[in-house]
């Protein structure tokens, strides 16, 4: 995974010349972001890319075009709506199952559990919780293993957002702008990432290997996974979902901001922190909507002043793998570099189109979210920053709740039956596994994500039989911005400090504790810290008007945040008395573009209408006080935290040995055996 050995700097952020005031090289001094002078082969090779992706007038490459649109009755699966007798039949289940789990919850394990004094766990229930906890999660539970097509799974995420919009009514000080959306250009957008992998490319056309997505050969296969330490960067394969005739496509989003309390104002500083959340629902459902409630509370937990930015990405099986990823960087410009040539905002997106200085951006996400905003940062440093000057500034902090890091549930608990968690499993196979693959009775997200669903939508990976699409399977899910936690050693240097949250009852705790210990053995330099909470599922943070451990670790993201902030500025102050003035890579993105940066209140005075603060008053960090554990500070440098339903928190681990999470892949369990024999 290592960076190419002759890579030219093909792509300059400021849009003509250096920041020193040369001409980069691979550019002419145009306001073409490119200007490849075709004066060596990795610029002629990133021309060829380009002609071969797009045309003359700016049209999708003719792969994309050479499937038909869904049918009207497909466009209505795709946007939930029910409309088949299997879907009312739907309904009449999930009432059914909800009513049946109240049943037997009450006239099978209650009498069980007054006999044993409540002090032992049953099935459905563990003593640890109330019991009306477990009739929800059983609800929950009973409900969502009815669902059986797209249809009924967009339905359900309709259902959440509206359910979720009541606990967003009952926050107060918190202001919410939806409908903000702004035009990305995926040419332009890409030129990065195509420049980074230029030399890649040109040695498949040397050796004269196919990389036409709808008849790609074995060496491209081979390219998306490269295997060993110092293997050249892994193969991008090009997005197969629908764009715009002028080669664009629409993003959307929406803005959550924590206001001031009139009537009990906040001591500390106006916070500048302002996050980049992706949303769960495994690639396929889910909205910004959805997490509305749960990004508001952090806000407010953080401080007045703190923004969110939900990012409303492409869904599979519509837009699979890699275009969400491409979604998560347009994002990250909009907020840094609002003009940037890939974006073009529209009047309500020019509210927010202050830029923000990317030294106080977080990144977070849940689940499919979490696995989006590992990959982001990794998409960053492997195949952006190579070829671009000046560098881009990362976010200081990552916030994964329940990352889904290893798409092929290799890991114990992906695949064990806990019935106290809501989260279905296993939801993907084996690259190794063709009969599992073919035959998978249940919803297979993972594959909706990387291929698609031939059913709904036909493109390159899917159309072609299920043979083609199990060659596209098998070699995407073993892609290091895929299963990120089985990429290969070396993969995840670079990285930022990172905040983890799993569960004891978490489907996802394997993915998640074996990307934490990878994180924090690669980024010896950084805080990587993971917090396990006990008796709790599958994102809970997501319920906080339910529990009480919900709202404990929405509390410690914020925390994490300012402890990240303050190393950050740490570092700065560390660096800045050594040296000297201030490199293009320490020059944020907006100073470089000249955008106006949005000033906090605490150095330029109180905006009109805002409540004045007591400077006098000293707030000691939350993260300085003694409740928040440093947690056990393992050979591989990560703090390991168990935190209990009352928030006190101890040093250590809970769950199957790291050994064993590593030796699951199925791959490294192959190339055991072949070393056996």
Known sequence: MGKPKHLQTLYTRAGTDAPNGRKSPGTNGTNDVNGANGTNAANGAFNAQQKEHIDQNGNPPPHQRHFPQPSIFQRAHLNGILHRPSDM???????????????????????????????????????????????????????????????????????????????????????VTRGVQ???????????????????????????????????????????????????????????????????????????????????PDPRPRSK???????????????????????????????????????????????????????????????TEPDHAALTLDEESAVHELAVDPRDLVVGGDSAGGNLAATFMLYMTRYVQPSTEPKFVLPHAALLLSPWTDLTSSVPAAKNVDWYCYCPGPIGVSPLDKKTYVN?????????????????????????????????????????????????????????????????????????????????????????????????????????????????????LARFIERSRYIRDEQERSSASRASPVSPTRTFAAVLRKVPVRDSADNQGEEEGEVARDTNVEVVPAF???????????????????????????????GTAISILINSWPLRQQQQNLKEE
């Open 89 to 175: 039949f739907f309904i009449f289940r999930v009432l059914t199952a909800a009513l049946w789990a109240v049943v037997r919850l009450h006239w099978f394990e209650l009498p069980y559990h007054f006999l044993t004094g409540f002090k032992k766990s049953s099935k459905q229930h563990p003593a640890e919780w109330a019991w009306w906890t477990s009739l929800f999660f059983s609800v929950i539970r009973a409900c969502g293993s009815k669902v059986n097509t797209m249809a009924q799974v967009r339905f359900v995420g309709h259902v959440i957002e509206y359910i979720m919009q009541i606990e967003t009514f009952l926050i107060d000080n918190v202001k």
């Open 182 to 264: 702004f035009k990305v250009n995926r040419d332009i957008l890409l030129r990065p990432e195509r420049a980074t992998l230029a030399e890649v490319r040109e040695e498949l056309r040397r050796r004269r290997s196919s990389d036409d997505p709808l008849n790609p050969s074995e060496a491209f296969f081979k390219s998306l996974h490269p295997e060993g330490p110092n293997a050249p960067v892994a193969n991008m394969p090009e997005e197969v979902g629908s764009i715009d005739d002028d080669g664009t496509y629409t993003l959307k989003g929406e803005w959550i901001e924590a206001l001031d309390d009139p009537k009990n």
């Open 624 to 654: 300085m006080q003694p409740t928040m554990a440093r947690g056990k500070s393992a050979e591989d440098g990560v703090e390991w935290v168990v935190v209990d339903q009352n928030g006190c928190e101890t040093a250590g681990d809970e």
């Open 440 to 556: 998978f009775k249940e919803q297979n997200y993972a594959s909706y994500y990387l291929c698609g669903d031939p059913g709904l939508m036909l493109n390159a990976r899917n159309g072609f039989g299920v043979d083609r699409r199990w060659e596209w399977y098998s070699h995407l899910v073993q892609h290091p911005l895929v299963s990120v936690a089985h990429s290969a050693k070396g993969t995840l240097k670079g990285l930022t400090n990172t905040l983890v949250h799993t569960a004891t009852h978490d489907r996802l705790v394997g993915d998640s504790r074996l990307y934490a210990h990878r994180a924090g053995l690669e980024n010896p330099g950084h805080l990587t810290r993971i917090e396990i909470y006990k008796d709790m599922v599958h994102v809970h943070q997501f319920l906080p008007i339910l529990f009480k451990s919900a709202r404990i670790a929405i509390g410690n």
């Open 273 to 335: 922190t302002v996050i980049l959340y992706f949303h769960g629902g495994a690639h396929v459902f889910c909205s910004p909507k959805t997490h509305t409630h749960m990004l508001a509370r952090l806000c407010k937990a953080v401080g007045p002043g703190t923004r969110a930015f939900s990012l409303d990405y492409r869904l599979a099986p519509e837009n699979p793998f890699p275009a969400a990823i491409h979604d998560a960087f347009a994002a990250y410009l909009y907020l």
